[in-house]
């Protein structure tokens, strides 16, 4: 695990798998914006917390690009589900302001419930084909951008599925 301190937030980058994080009060998935169960990081998350996610997401949808809801967790280890519709890379527009906004209103969200710790997946990285070293400047920034506003967010925990991802993240930590 690499951390940094930024204002009152503990930024981590982990590699590992999302749905495994059971000290995260909160952790965020790549939706699609249906809210359904989907594929990538939203299947694995909607595989482990049961078929009560989908059903109680889809009222909350249609979610559009940069926007984020908050649901429970079901069978989850973690409380909270986080919901963020990132951009398609090269389709939404402007694909950086809607990936930091997804980071932002995710963090907003979890501060308004009192939520300490959360984590995030690099979204957008995956299907919606976001180069993994231009989403991870854009994602850490926006954290460090909205981390002195936070009042009860204290960990922010970067999970990266792949060694690369990790070290794409940690690359990019060393220079915010
Ligand atoms: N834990 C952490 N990261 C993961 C996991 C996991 N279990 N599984 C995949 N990743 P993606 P997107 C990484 O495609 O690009 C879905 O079908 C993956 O390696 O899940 O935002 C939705 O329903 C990649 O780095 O999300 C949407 O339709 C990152 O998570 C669409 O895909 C994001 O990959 C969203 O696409």
Redesign the pocket.
């Known amino acids: 695990m690499t951390q940094k301190k930024i204002g009152p937030v503990t930024v981590e980058t982990v590699q590992g ?3 495994r994080q059971p000290d995260l009060d909160a952790i965020v998935n ?3 914006a249906a809210l359904r169960t ?7 998350i909607h595989r482990a917390a049961g078929p009560g996610l989908e059903q109680e997401c889809l009222p909350l949808g249609p979610i559009k690009p940069g926007e984020a809801v908050m649901s429970g967790g079901h069978h989850l280890p973690n409380a909270h589900v986080i919901h963020c519709l ?1 951009p398609v890379y090269g389709h939404d527009k402007p694909e950086d302001e809607l990936l930091a906004s997804c980071y932002r209103q995710a963090l907003l969200l979890a501060d308004r419930d009192g939520i300490t710790a959360i984590g995030f ?8 084909g976001y180069p993994i070293a231009d989403a991870a400047e854009v994602s850490l920034k926006a954290v460090a951008d909205v981390a002195p506003s936070l009042a009860a967010v204290k960990t922010v925990r970067f ?1 990266l ?2 060694e690369n ?1 990790k070290a794409v993240f940690d690359h990019a930590l060393t220079s915010i």
């Open positions: 798998d999302i749905t790549a939706a699609n989907g594929g990538g990081v939203a299947g694995a990132g997946p690099a979204i957008s990285t995956g299907i919606f999970v599925f792949s991802d």
